[in-house]
Structure formats: C-alpha cells, structure tokens
C-alpha cells in the first residue's frame, strides 16, 4: 500500500506547495495501541491560493484536453487585441504619451459605478461561506476518491477534517492499521519523505516494547542537511514527528518524553529546534516504553523482512533468476568519452562551503565517463543492464587508468540501463555508462578498456489483451497464461473524446503469485495516430504467498482528423524466458578527442 503520497492532492499538500515554501504546518503522529492496532495521523496546513490553482490545474488535467490550459467557457476578450495600422510607416515616431493620452480620450471619463465593470467585487459573507464550503468538499472528495488504501483488507483510510481559512486549508488524514504487521509493512512508504525506511519492533533485554526507526541507506549528507536547514528557514516550516506508545516511554532519542508520548518539535524559527534535527538525522529512532497491555507475541517484527516496498522496481523483474556467465554473441562499443577535471581554489572552496563534499563540488567530482552500447545476442531483448564496471584500463603508453570509487559514484553506476518497457522499447541494444578518475596528461587514448556488466534478456512477450474494458468489481478476468492463478478485475473506467483528442483512465487490481507484480500495463486505441499511457498511483501489496497489486493507468491521444476514437484495448505483457547473464567485454583504442 502507498501511504507517502496519500493521494495526488496530498501530493499537492506535501511536495508542490512545499516545494514552493508555503507549508504553515506539517505533522505526522504514530500510535500503537495497546489492543495491537495502529494509527498514523498526517496534519497539513497549506497556503490557500495556491492550492487552490493547484486543484484547477488538476481538474483541467483530468477533464479538459485544452493544452493551453484555458477553460471552455472563458470569455475571450475582445479588448486584448491589438489592430495595426497597416498604413504605418516602419519609421514613423509614436509618442507613448500621445498615444496614451488618445486612449483614453477614445474611453472617455471613467465611471467607478459603472456597472459593466468587470473588477472582481469582495464576496459576501454567504458568498464566502458558500465557497468555502465547496471548496472543503472539493478536497475531501479527491482524498476519498482516491482512498490509498482502499483494496487493502489490513488499513482504513479517514479523511478527519478539512477545514477552509481565509488564507490558509488544514486537513487531518488518518490511516488505521488492523495489526502491528501491517504498520510495520508500510514503514517505507510513511517515513521515506524524512529520510526513514527501516522500522523494527521487538522487546529488549528487559522485556520493554522497543522501536527503532532507521535508514537502510547511507544518512544524509552534511551539505543535503544544510540544504534541508535553508528550506524550512525560508519556509518558516513548523513541525512535530511524534510517536504514542502503550505505555510510559522510558528512553527516546528524541527530546521531549511525556509519559506516553515521545517527540520532536520542529520550528525553523529557532535554531535549537533545527540543530535538533540535524542531531537526529545522524543516529537512529530509538524508542523504549512499557507494553501496557499490549500483547508482546509475534516480535521481532522488521520492516526489512516483510515490507511491501510500494511499486516493484523494473530491475527486480528477474531477482529468482540466477546470474550465469554469458555466451557468445555479446558486444560492446564505446560512443562517446567525456573527461572533467574540477579544481577549487582556496578562495573558492571557502565561498563554496556549503557545497563542497568529498565528492567534489555539489556531488561532481573529476572523472572521465565513457558511455557505451551492448549489442545482445541475435533473437535476445535486452529488459535490464547494471552493475557495468571497469575491472582494468590503459591509455597509449600502457598507463593504468583508475575506475573512479564505486562508494562515491554507486547511485550513478548501479542502473545504467531498465527495460521492460514493452513495445516501442523492444531493443536487442541498451546504453551504459562506466566512470573512471582522468587519464594522465597529454594521454591521447584509452587503449584498451576492459569489464563486466550484470544483463539480463528474454525472448518474446506473453501478451494478455482486454477489449473494450468496462469497470466490474465483482467478475474478474483470467490472466493465468501471463502468470499462473493470476486474477485481473477492473474497478473503474473513465474515458473523454473531443475535437480528435482522446483519454482516459483504468483503475485495475491483480491478485496472485509474486510474479504479477511485473506485469506491464498499456493501452491501443484502434485507429488512433498515437496513444500514451502510463500507470499512476500503483502499489501492492503481499500475505500470505499472494500479492495484491492495484493500478491506474492514464492515456491520452490523438486521432486523424475528423475520426472518431476507435475500440480501446487494455494491454497487459510479461517478459517470457528470461537470461540473466555476467557479460565480460573489451573495448579498444577508445580517443580521447
């Protein structure tokens, strides 16, 4: 289930609003009940004005194809257009004044009664209310709508309140949790946006309930933590992470305990409340408290076992399959090499300081990047490459060239390359890319460059089509020949025609083996000049040996003119007979200019 995004408003809430530093408040609260269930609470105070051009922009994207983004039933006005003279000479003088001062004699004397006047007049207070209320309405309907957390049988969602101010909208979503286990699943998806991903509940030494919150990755830098400082100063953000737990908190890591609640404050207002926060980035969320009632059976529960991770990443596709050496058939050949040398000068380092790291200047560093294409095997699709890496390199007088260090360069080396796409992106060919520290001076080559990259191909697809899908939540629709004892059901259908444009939506929900969480989705409108389409909101889901994976896919084209939209057709495609491979290459006399 996906809880960090709640929805595409909370989106709004969350990330665009914030991004644009106008967050009053934002809050989230975690509570473990002494009967074993759990809340998560989220509190968003936002700017009013801009979410509200947010949720029209979103209404013009759900229900207008106008890709000026004006309303149908705007007015035009007439008065905006300029007439030009055509008798104008091109060195002919105008006067700004003149031409003003004509202007206006043309209107004539204004009129500040005038009752064709187009100035926006104040609301009335009924007026006012009345907006209001629509407006709160506007966004409890989309919360509602769409619910994250609405085929899980383990969570409720709630919208508790949304309430309208002259300036600003606050809104109290809550998610409710059947069990612990089910909390502890979606740790990922409430703690991912603070830079958490990692929860384990289990009992001490003294029989104590104990949390500990963690990132699985490396924490956060000290230049992203002072980047992470200078927005929420701007913002003037305010904030409280907090946690409620059965019984009396005896120990925290964060600063404030009151009997059954442990938290942290945030006010970018005071710089002790931000140093606190710096503070807590760089160790882990631990909490201990008695369990009260809560029935201590079960533990150690860790996130990291059984989490459902969200949207499953394209380059997992093939995890079960074991990684074997490659045969033959395989090519490599370098396209293009790009070499950066990057040099602080003393002065500099000093004006830079808040960007400069170990890994050079704002994460750059010197290094020379070589990017490359693997041709596979004749018959084979390439869906995935990572891992590329340079195992030895020379240059023309046989000097040794360095791989550049994979700790520092890992988020740029691991996924070179994802596939699956499916279609158009059928391709036996796929581009990587390998970094290596700059050749020495006056190197005219790299003579020869060798390595080894992970890749994994298939053979064909095994496609599943569904004409003209209709929304019914009660039948549901075999797609064991795409993976056996797999259920496909369609929940919802929404689709627009107009002026030779077209689009739609297709919520879907897939139940079975792990294995459908790779299906791909896509849709073909017959006859259409072009269709797109991409999924949105997905997530899943798994107990008890099966997964639960729910979609909306969104497409949008264009007919030729004066057709009408022909028959849609839900597409649905999982790669068949899957190679995964260690392919070692050698690539030769690469110039460096």
Not at 87 to 116: F, I, N, S, T, Y
Not at 380 to 396: C, K, M, Q, S, W
Not at 423 to 450: K, S, Y
Request: aromatic share 6%.
């Amino acid at each position: 289930m996906k809880l960090s995004t709640l929805t595409r408003l909370a989106a709004v809430l969350l990330l665009v609003v914030a991004g644009a530093g106008c967050v009053k408040e934002y809050s989230v609260t975690v509570a473990i009940n002494e009967d074993g269930t759990a809340t998560v609470t989220n509190v968003a105070v936002v700017n009013r004005a801009l979410l509200e051009e947010q949720i029209r922009f979103m209404d013009a994207e759900e229900n207008d194809f106008d890709e000026d983004g004006f309303d149908d039933d705007e007015d035009f006005d007439e008065e905006l257009v300029v007439l030009v003279d055509d008798d104008l000479d091109e060195d002919d003088d105008l006067d700004e004044d003149e031409v003003e001062a004509e202007a206006e004699a043309d209107e004539g004397p204004r009129d500040e009664a005038d009752p064709d006047d187009d100035t926006e007049q104040p609301l009335t207070d009924e007026e006012q209310a009345k907006e209001d209320a629509e407006l709160a309405a506007k966004i409890r309907g989309m919360l509602e709508e769409e619910n994250p957390v609405e085929d899980a049988d383990d969570a409720e969602f709630n919208v508790d309140s949304v309430e309208v101010g002259e300036t600003t909208v606050r809104v109290v979503t809550t998610v409710k949790f059947k069990d612990l286990e089910a909390l502890v699943a979606s740790t990922g998806d409430i703690w991912r946006s603070f830079g958490y991903d990692r929860l384990v509940l289990d009992a001490d030494d003294n029989g104590k309930l104990r949390l500990t919150l963690s990132p699985v990755s490396s924490r956060a830098t000290a230049r992203e933590l002072e980047e992470m400082r200078s927005w929420l100063e701007a913002a003037g953000f305010e904030g409280i992470i907090k946690f409620v737990m059965p019984g009396t908190v005896l120990s925290s890591t964060l600063p404030e305990i009151e009997e059954s609640v442990t938290f942290i404050k945030i006010d970018a207002a005071e710089s002790e409340s931000l140093d606190a926060l710096e503070k807590l980035y760089s160790q882990d969320i631990v909490v201990t408290a008695e369990p009260g009632t809560l029935a201590m059976e079960g533990f150690p529960l860790d996130s990291g076992k059984v989490a459902a991770p969200g949207v499953p990443d394209p380059s997992d596709v093939a995890g079960d399959v074991p990684v074997v050496d490659a045969g033959p058939g395989y090519e490599a050949e370098a396209l293009t090499v790009t070499t950066t040398i990057i040099h602080v000068f003393p002065e500099g380092k000093n004006y830079l300081k808040h960007w400069v790291d170990g890994y050079g200047v704002r994460g750059n560093t010197s290094k020379c990047v070589v990017n490359a294409k693997l041709y596979a095997p004749e018959g084979r699709l390439i869906g995935e490459l990572t891992n590329a890496r340079v195992t030895r390199a020379v240059d023309e007088q046989d000097r040794e060239i360095k791989p550049l260090d994979l700790e520092s360069e890992s988020h740029r080396m691991m996924r070179s390359y994802r596939g699956f796409g499916g279609g158009d992106d059928d391709n036996n060919t796929a581009d990587f890319t390998l970094h290596l520290e700059p050749p020495a001076l006056g190197a005219e080559t790299i003579d020869v460059i060798e390595g080894e990259l992970i890749v994994t191909t298939f053979a064909r697809w095994k496609v599943h089509e569904v004409p003209e899908p209709k929304a019914d939540g009660e039948n549901d629709i075999d797609i064991g020949d795409l993976v056996p004892g797999a259920t496909l059901t369609i929940t919802g259908v929404r689709s627009k025609e107009r002026d030779g444009e077209f689009g739609g939506r297709i919520r879907v929900k897939i139940v079975g083996p792990s294995g459908v969480r790779y299906i791909k989705t896509d849709v073909r409108v017959e006859g259409a000049r072009y269709t797109h389409a991409y999924e949105s909101r997905s997530s899943w889901s798994e107990r008890d040996e099966t997964t639960t994976r729910t979609s909306t896919i969104r497409y949008d084209g264009s007919m030729e003119e004066d057709e009408k939209a022909g028959k849609v057709v839900l597409v649905l495609r999982i790669p068949d007979d899957l190679k995964r491979e260690r392919v070692k290459f050698t690539m030769e006399t690469v110039d460096l200019f």
